[in-house]
């Protein structure tokens, strides 16, 4: 069955630190991983997605990702941290069967930057 | 471009009264439709989702329904409220196709009290 996991229920960094907030998932088959971010009281905002190629993948306000097929990890990354970035993140993955588009979602990691 | 609405924005309601939820989405067409409850600010729950007119699967047994009257249009409602179903609910669509990211509205805000 496919899942994944966000091992870290908060994760804290000093504003212009390296952040990492990590995940790990399993799926049989190709795996198509994705990346949102949540602020407060708002809906999910889509960062970025693997679905296949470069493992490094690119995404929105300088956020990047690393798939790694042996560690089955995608972990979210930005070389320097903002106060801005302070939210709540989830990392998912397709379900498994058809085109319904349905994603499995971690339970979610709160990134705290501090100034 | 593609936008989603949900309204209404937040919404306190008594228990055992009925509820409705609406969310419509604009600039695509035939999107699967999504609806999730998010509960105390962490995981998402998915409860309905759509893949066309009429199409309503249920992930969850409960208090809820959902219905897709029009292509882009999609409705949760409850005949009779409980306390649990207060939360945060978010809709969401995607277009068909392997690897394809949903796009999330705004969300609506329910307490029941």
């Known amino acids: 069955a496919q899942s994944v996991a966000q091992p870290e229920d908060q994760v804290n960094v000093a504003e212009g630190n390296p952040l990492t907030v990590k995940c790990t998932y399993s799926?049989?088959?190709?795996?198509?991983l994705f990346w949102y971010v949540q602020y407060p009281n708002r809906g999910l905002q889509f960062l970025l997605k693997?679905?296949?190629?470069?493992?490094l993948v690119k995404g929105s306000y300088g956020f990047e990702a690393e798939f790694n097929k042996s560690q089955t990890s995608f972990h979210l990354k930005k070389p320097s941290a903002l106060v801005s970035d302070s939210a709540l993140y989830f990392c998912?993955?397709?379900?498994?069967?058809?085109?319904?588009?349905?994603?499995?979602f971690g339970q979610g990691t709160t990134l705290q930057v501090k100034p | 471009s593609q936008t989603i609405h949900q309204w209404p924005a937040t919404l306190v309601q008594p228990v055992g009264s009925p509820l409705s939820l609406e969310c419509t989405v604009e600039?695509?067409?035939?999107?699967?439709l999504y609806w999730y409850r998010q509960a105390a600010g962490r995981g998402l729950q998915l409860l309905f989702y759509?893949?066309?007119?009429?199409?309503i699967s249920s992930e969850v047994p409960q208090n809820l329904s959902a219905s897709r009257p029009q292509d882009r249009q999609f409705i949760l409602s409850s005949k009779k409220l409980l306390l649990s179903d207060s939360g945060f609910y978010l809709c969401?669509?995607?277009?068909?196709?392997?690897?394809?990211?949903?796009?999330f509205g705004p969300g609506t805000r329910l307490t029941v009290t």
């Open positions: 969401a669509w995607s277009v068909s196709g392997r690897g394809m990211q949903q796009y």
């Open positions: 799926v049989s088959g190709n795996p198509y």
């Open positions: 693997y679905i296949t190629g470069d493992n």
């Open positions: 998912a993955v397709r379900a498994p069967g058809g085109n319904t588009g349905k994603l499995i």
């Open positions: 600039g695509t067409s035939n999107p699967n």
């Open positions: 759509s893949v066309g007119i009429g199409q």
